[in-house]
Each structure stands twice: as C-alpha cells, then as structure tokens.
C-alpha cells in the first residue's frame, strides 16, 4: 500500500520535510542557548542587588598606560558585579548619552570618568536627567559633582555593542548615542578602564537630582518561547508527511477497489402498483 513512498516525488518530499525539520530543530537549540545565557545573566543581575561590593582591582585588569585607550573588557564572571572605586571626577570630560528613557519619559544619562590613583579612568553613568524643553538634542541641566575624592560602587557593566560617534560641543561636553567605552576613550587624555559602572551608591551622596537607572533584566523567556515555536515547526512538518502519505494511501485503494458495483434490479412484489405497471 505504501510502496509509492518509493517514488522519486515521494522521496524528494521526505527529503525537503527532514531538511526543513532539521534546521527547525537546530534554530530551537541556538534559541534555547540564547534562553540559557540571558537567564544566567539575569541570576547574575538578581544575586548582584543584595551582594557587597568588591574592589574594581578584584574583577578587572588594570588598562595599558597609552591615553585614549580602553583595558580589556569584563569577563563573562565579571560583569554584572557590584564593585567599588574611589577616585575624582574629571568634570571637565563629562559624557551625556541621550535618547534614554525612564518611565516612558526621554532623557540623558550622564556619564563621568572617575579617574583613580593608578592614573586610569573609570567610567561612571551618575544616573538620568531628564530632557529640556528643547528636545531630545538640547543639553540638560547637569548636576554638579563632588569635587574631591569620591567612592562609588554599582554594577561593572560591559561596554554597549553599538558604538554611535562621540562629538564634542563648544562648552566641552562630550555627547553620543550609546556608551561604548572605546569610543569614549578614544577622546579622553588618560587609559580607561575597559567596563563601566552603573552607580547605585556614592559617598558623597549623588545629586538628588539623579533618578537611579532601572535594571533591565533580559527577555529570557523571549527566547524559551521561540525554542518550542521551532521545535513544533519541526513536529508539525513531520506530522504532515505522515498525514499526507496516509491520505495518499486511501485515495490510491478507492482508486484500485474501482467504482461499486449495482446489484440485480429488484422485483416489487406482487399486487403493489409498481408490479401493476410491470405487467404487460
């Protein structure tokens, strides 16, 4: 019954199906990697919030001492620990990030390069203000920062993929889209530190002007739900092979059983008005 499976028409519909339910399952496996590494991150990101803070040294390496270069970036262990710096804010080398939102609202996220005793600078995102009344592009009013020696501590962060121009304007500030630390070094007289830190706790205490950036937690389940999306791609085309093939196989025995067959006219009995009309 099944031997038309045997076709070349059938085996190249097998063929394609396997093909198909192959790369399903093996995109299921790369979202599910994806799911396993942003839930990691997200544990990290949640262990993080309660833990102490460790010194910068402890977690990353020293930069080079060439200027306008940045150190290596976190390890894979390193990022997302809360870490602890002590150094002086160059205010003369501030960094405003802008298009940053915090409930729904644009702003500026106000990055300052902490420099420390060995002579490097951290990076530090101080927190969001708010946008001025001239747009996205018009400068907020920048709190002040401490003068003398300061101690942060906050999340090590890797540096944003997408590194945007970093421009400086006439009063000195620097401005760019996304804090991409290379790019940032890249104009800034001193090595820099290859990671930066989301400040949560500073001594002196921050401007209350500063609203506390929000912790994002990556959209793990995001990725579980594409996992099983392309592994029941994968089920439901090989389910439909088999259905296929077994509706082939019905259609193909009708065909070989042939139309059904009339049997003998029947006689209407006798005295009925059929029988009646029958007689000559």
């Known amino acids: 019954m099944y031997r038309f499976l045997l076709t070349p028409r059938w085996l190249g519909i097998l063929a394609t199906i396997l093909v198909a339910a192959t790369a399903c399952v093996l995109l299921g496996n790369w979202q599910r990697g994806r799911y396993e590494l942003r839930h990691a991150v997200n544990a990290k990101i949640d262990a993080a919030a309660t833990a102490a803070a460790v010194p910068l040294g402890q977690v990353l390496p020293a930069p080079g001492t060439a200027a306008g270069t940045a150190g290596a970036p976190p390890s894979a262990d390193a990022a997302w620990r809360r870490v602890s710096a002590t150094g002086r804010y160059d205010t003369a080398n501030i960094v405003l990030v802008r298009g940053r939102t915090v409930d729904n609202q644009l702003g500026f996220e106000i990055v300052t390069p902490l420099v420390l005793d060995d002579g490097a600078a951290l990076l530090v995102d101080r927190g969001w ?117 077994r509706r082939e196989a019905r259609d193909r025995a009708g065909v070989a059983a042939g139309p059904p067959t009339d049997s003998a006219t029947p006689v209407p009995p006798p005295g009925s008005r059929a029988a009646e009309r029958a007689t000559p």
């Open 129 to 245: 203000v708010p946008s001025v009344a001239g747009g996205a592009y018009a400068q907020p009013v920048v709190p002040p920062a401490p003068s003398g020696p300061v101690t942060v501590e906050g999340m090590l962060r890797l540096s944003e993929s997408k590194g945007d121009a970093v421009t400086r304007a006439a009063d000195g500030k620097l401005e760019t889209r996304r804090i991409a630390v290379g790019h940032i070094a890249a104009q800034l007289p001193y090595p820099v530190y290859g990671g930066f830190v989301a400040v949560d706790k500073q001594s002196p205490a921050a401007d209350p002007t500063f609203v506390p950036l929000p912790v994002d937690h990556q959209n793990d389940w995001l990725n579980f739900g594409y996992t099983i999306q392309w592994w029941i791609f994968a089920a439901m085309g090989l389910a439909g092979y088999v259905w296929l093939a």
